[in-house]
């Protein structure tokens, strides 16, 4: 198929529809408002259920409800919109069910702003909603790696019953880049032997994330961390680049670790040892590999468009047998590649020191620059 | 020896809609007539094994112990949300929520006037015993002023702790509500014609004539500190006048089906 120029939304939600979506219900948001605007035209000239919800609970929850009834089923949020959907998304893993959420990241906290942001990897990388469970997290850096990774995200989603995420941020949301998008592919219904799809023929099936009785929770709670293990060793996800011989590894995701990719090549071209390593699931995390990439390297640079979210899984990883540096721009303002050259050249310079908190270097040097 | 009735002379006996789970509910309390309404009319239109039940958070948290169908247990308040998702996907399928006031009419508000806004081909049963019983009696939306609850020791004070809230009568008002009718279980006679409520409810929407629902005026002895019988003349003397039993929407479409 040829590579056509697509908005960012669009594309993600043109990518579920010829993944056989079903079903999706959402809320308007700013940056993710073209998924829901796109999905109001094309799911019911297919046929298929289009629901713009009366706020993000209603959403979630009707998620929830088509998910019961086995349909493949998704919504997608911003930030504000994501937290309103935490209770429906913890209801959602406790009945061990699966759903596609499209999170598309802006400043915050609170109303803060529609600018691109990476904020919110702690509140969906470490649960959001209460109680023990991981959504599977996905994060793409260009408009076609999440095309790629929407078929992906469903196809996790269902074979470990779970919430899959595809984990973004405004500008690739809105940015329009060339992308071959997949195939469209029929909508064929799951046989899901715990679908709530009406008892004939059959035992009556009963879905629910209720277990009063301390002990059936506990047994719950170790299924669910059980599949996580297994999601654990089985679907890590990332990219490497230029890590032959790199001295420096810079570690970002999504839109920080394309950035990062421009200022890595700039510095390549002036013969610094310096390569990327760009994680794809955030949840679960990739540590054993940024273990091995700590085994060989002088010292790591991690870059988000956070305070050192996913520093703390870094560091985690390394467990202070290198130097961390960290770089973050917040608040919705995106790093120019400059800025990560300039700090990827700073961090080759040095002999490497271990710092007990690599945020708290970074954040003096903040305070220097903006005043 | 005991006689065994001879299955043409049964004239009472459990639905097949109904699981043999004993029942959870307090003594004297009206939870047990709803579903056994519920449960006789799936029975009586043969819906058991095309419905898909959604249960509230509330004293009818498990609700899907008692019925013979798929069942799903909602999110405080998000019965009606879920149930559209249900429907959407399953159009085909009977699909019903069963709410108490707690959850429908307060923290659920939103799912169940948009629910209603948008015609959803749903059936709400909802349960009105004015006040949260599963939480032990606090005050509802829906208590009554002057009425002592645990978060209401000196009676509702309306002043400060505003109205109840009439769910039917608001409901009614919406053009995409089809079916809005409140009934009353305080005595046979009241419960026959909730029965009949019920059943048009459900019609409505095997005939995908929109959004149903049913207010059933029910007790709760064991929070009200009444006797059972205390509790049905409550509901007959102080409830009905406030929450006046009647249809409060039949969409033209429905009159015309003459259900």
Known sequence: MARELWEGNQAIAEAAIRSGLEAYFGYPITPQNEILEWMSRRM??????????????????????????????????????ISLMQEGLSYIAGTEIPMLLINVM??????????????????????????DYHPLVLAPASVQEAVD???????????????????????????MEPVELPPMREVKRKEFPWATSGA????????????????DEEKTNLRLLRRWQEIQAKEIRFKEYYLDQAEVVVIGFGTAGRIALSAVRAARAQGIQVGLF????????????????????????VVEMNSGQMLEDVRLAVNGRIPIEFYGRLGGVVPFPDEILSEIQRVSKKTPQMVDDPAKAWLKRMDAAIK | MATIAVPQNLVYERPASFTDAPTHYCPGCTHGVAHRLIAEILDEMNLTSRTVGVAPVGCAVFAY?????????????????????????????????YQGDGDLASIGTGEIVHAAARGENITVIFINNANFGMTGGQMAPTTLPGMKTTSSPNGRDVETQGYPIRMAEMLATLEGSGYIVRRSLHDPKNIRLA????RIAFEVQVRGLGFSMVELLSTCPSNWNLTPVES????????????????????????AAKL
């Open chain 2, 65 to 97: 112990n008692y019925f013979a169908t798929d069942f799903v247990e909602a999110p405080h308040g998000r019965a009606p949300a879920m149930a559209t998702g249900l429907k959407r996907v399953m159009p085909d399928s009977i699909v019903f929520t």
């Open chain 1, 106 to 131: 802006r400043g915050g906290p609170g109303l803060g702003n529609i600018a691109p942001s990476q904020g919110d990897y702690n509140q969906i990388c470490k649960g959001g909603g209460h109680g």
């Open chain 1, 200 to 215: 004939k023929d059959r035992a009556r099936h009963v879905l629910t994330s209720i277990y009063l009785e301390p002990n």
């Open chain 1, 278 to 301: 760009r994680p794809v699931t955030v949840s679960p995390f990739p540590h054993e590999r940024v273990a091995e990439i700590a085994a060989q390297a002088k010292a790591l640079l």
């Open chain 1, 149 to 175: 990774l929407v078929p992906v995200a469903f196809d996790l989603a269902e074979k470990y019953l779970t919430i899959a995420c595809v984990l973004l941020d405004g500008s690739i949301g809105q940015m």
């Open chain 2, 195 to 198: 029965k009949k409520a019920i």
């Open chain 2, 232 to 255: 049905l003349k409550f509901v007959e003397e102080k409830m009905i006048p406030y929450y006046p039993l009647g249809d409060y929407k039949v969409s033209p479409a429905i009159s």
């Open chain 1, 44 to 81: 019911p000239e297919l046929g298929r259920a289009f629901v713009q919800a009366e706020a993000e609970l209603g959403a979630i929850n009707m998620v929830y409800g088509a998910a019961c009834a086995g349909a493949r089923v998704m919504t997608s949020s911003s930030s504000p919109g």
